[in-house]
Every structure is written in structure tokens, then in C-alpha cells.
């Protein structure tokens, strides 16, 4: 948390996380992995909030079988002053 000189105060955070699976038994030879990352920020002032945002993606990864494929999916919200500014999102993008 970092107050500014003008008195808002701005939270920032960063988190990731990732795993993996390894088949066995009749799933033996198959795997995945998962890796998300999100981020946010958020400015207040007099404990209201002024402006906040926050991103996120994900990447899915699987061979199982002969088959192998890569997915991607992601957002981004931006609110300033009670209000949705924007959203985005990305529908899951697949790569064989």
C-alpha cells in the first residue's frame, strides 16, 4: 500500500499459480498443466473507492492420447468512480 502526496491510497497485488497433472493407471501417458496470472490495483480515497482494475489469464495445457492442444483465456475490468469504465474478454483461443 503506497499513500500518495494528494492523500488517495493505492493497493497493488500480483498472484500466479500453476500445477500439473500425470496420468495413471488407463489415463497413463496423459498429462496437463494449468498457469494462471492475475493482477490488480486499487486507489481510494477517505476509504472510497476511486479507481480499480484488475487482469487475469489463464493458459491449459493437454496431451492425452495422440492428441495435444493449448488453450488461453482472459478478462480486464476498469472501474473509476462507481462505474464500470470497461470489460474485456478474450474467449478461449484453442491451438492444436
Keep these: 500500500m ?3 502526496p494528494s492523500g488517495n ?9 500453476s500445477y500439473s497433472f500425470t496420468g495413471v493407471g488407463r ?3 496423459c498429462s ?12 481510494a480515497r477517505d476509504g472510497v473507492s476511486q479507481v480499480a482494475g484488475d487482469r487475469y489469464r489463464e493458459e491449459f495445457s493437454v496431451d492425452c ?17 462507481g462505474e464500470v469504465q470497461f470489460t ?6 484453442c491451438l492444436d
Excluded at 498457469?35 to 490488480?40: G, K, L
Design 2 to 4: 503506497t499513500e500518495t
Design 9 to 17: 491510497f493505492l493497493y497493488r497485488g500480483r498472484g500466479e499459480s
Design 27 to 29: 489415463l497413463e501417458g
Design 32 to 43: 496437463s498443466s494449468t498457469s494462471d496470472e492475475s493482477n490488480y490495483h486499487y486507489l
Design 65 to 81: 492420447l495422440g492428441q495435444t492442444g493449448t488453450c488461453t483465456f482472459s478478462y480486464q475490468t476498469h472501474f473509476a468512480n
Design 88 to 93: 474485456r474478454q478474450d474467449p478461449h483461443k
